[in-house]
């Protein structure tokens, strides 16, 4: 027996593996392509992914529910600009709609839209990456339920289906759409499929696409996709966030850079937002996600490390 206040407990180890080509399809035998350009191949048994659509509508009932007012659509729901005042302190926000919504301070959590309402200085690149759907049978469904995540930085990744027969495939290379916006800002500007709900992807990203989906199913290659997008999210040159107040626009705050990776912070992201307004945010990660313009990025070992794709330069 163990003395007391002893806390028996038993400790799982899980071992990365490196795996070749071979040893995925013996592994999985749902996977049939060559797996050509999968050259290293790591296994991690406790990788996972979370269903981001469900998480953000509980997130935004929670926050209902404690209070907050949301305000969408395209015209009250949509910023436009800030309100400066003489001396530079940010006031509030313009909405399209010609509102303007006073605040003591003001929090731009905008994503991919903050470059194109605020002069970062060159810190965050709205970049787009192309998302596809297949719609599967029910059969097709029960087939494919042993499909492992695969992700590829070169190549993209391939989700399993969910319960509805849904496959999701995504392109790793990302786009940009460089414009001169209404602030006169020259920057990447989401172009998105609210407002184009007629576009569908580049052709020469869903030819990509599926010539990525042919080394690991070649079976699906082929297959119209029934949902595409484009999502778009603002990155760093360091994949760090910033999250800081403005070094010249007193009680502007920015929460954003998520570089693609942000989401997985969803629990806990919002405590550090709140110690940064409080003044209690740790020094250290203070150091990492404060405005840094100017500083320049040596590492080489980031994800996106591709040359971006221009949107004009692509068709369709």
Known sequence: MPPDGFLAQRTY??????????????????????????????????????????????????????????????????????????IGECKGVITADGTKHEADRVILATGAWTPSLLDVKGQLIAKG?????????????????????????????????????????AHSQFITNTQVTHSGITTSVPHTFVQSPADGLPLEIEAQMRRNLRRVLPELA????????????????DRHFLVTPHPSHKQ???????????????????????????????????SQWHWRAGRKVTAKDLAHLDPEMELSDLTG
């Open 129 to 169: 990456h192309s998302v596809a759907h297949i719609q599967l049978t029910p059969a097709e469904t029960e087939h494919y339920a042993t499909f492992p995540i695969m992700d590829n930085l070169e190549l993209g990744y391939f989700f399993p289906p969910t319960r509805d027969g849904i496959f999701k495939m």
């Open 252 to 286: 502007l705050f920015l929460a954003t850079g998520g570089s693609a990776h942000g989401f997985k912070f969803l629990p806990v992201i919002g405590k550090y937002v709140a110690d940064l307004l409080e003044g209690t945010l740790d020094p250290d990660i203070v």
């Open 13 to 86: 180890l899980y071992r990365l593996q490196r795996l070749t080509p071979e040893h995925i399809r013996s592994r999985f035998s749902v996977v049939t392509g060559k797996l050509d350009g999968w050259n290293i191949n790591v296994w991690n048994p406790t990788a996972g992914w979370a269903d981001a659509g469900k998480a953000l509508e509980q997130m935004a009932n929670a926050a209902q529910e404690a209070g907050v007012e949301y305000m969408s659509g395209d015209t009250k729901g949509h910023v436009r600009q800030l309100i400066l005042d003489e």
């Open 222 to 237: 082929d297959r119209p996709f029934s949902y595409t997008r484009l999502c778009w999210d603002s990155d760093t040159a």
